[in-house]
């Protein structure tokens, strides 16, 4: 059994369709490509509770070469209360990407440490 045929005349409305999905897909790629380029985005690679009152935290913070970057770093409790926050500068350096560990201290016993944000200054 044929396909039926589209009815005469549609051919130049599927072709306008096409044409403006494509660059509809491509502005969407392109506007995303833009805004994540030269972004500054932080990566927790791990934690430890030291005690009753501090946990380390590692991370790996990425941005630009030559940008200073300022990182807050938090201590939360088993509720995912902030129970400590301490914000940790990384100079500006030739380097894309900085691994940095810091000691938060807490005013209760932490179960993890995040890092929260990261801004350049």
Not at 13 to 27: D, E, K, P, R, Y
Not at 49 to 75: K, N, Y
Not at 82 to 93: E, L, N, Q, R
Not at 106 to 117: C, E, K, L, M, Y
Request: glycine share 12%.
């Amino acid at each position: 059994m044929p396909l039926p045929r589209p009815a005469p005349g549609t051919g130049r409305w599927w072709f306008v369709g096409i044409i403006g999905c494509t660059i509809g897909v491509g502005l969407a790629v392109w506007l995303g490509l833009a805004n994540s380029l030269g972004a500054i985005t932080a990566t927790d690679t791990g934690y430890k509770v030291l005690d009753d009152r501090s946990v380390r935290v590692e991370f790996d913070v990425h941005r630009p070469a030559g940008e200073a970057v300022t990182c807050r770093i938090q201590a939360l409790d088993a509720t995912f209360g902030v129970v400590g926050v301490t914000d940790v500068d990384v100079p500006a350096s030739d380097e894309g990407s900085v691994h940095k560990v810091v000691v938060v201290r807490t005013a209760s016993r932490a179960v993890t440490g995040v890092v929260d944000s990261c801004t350049a200054h």
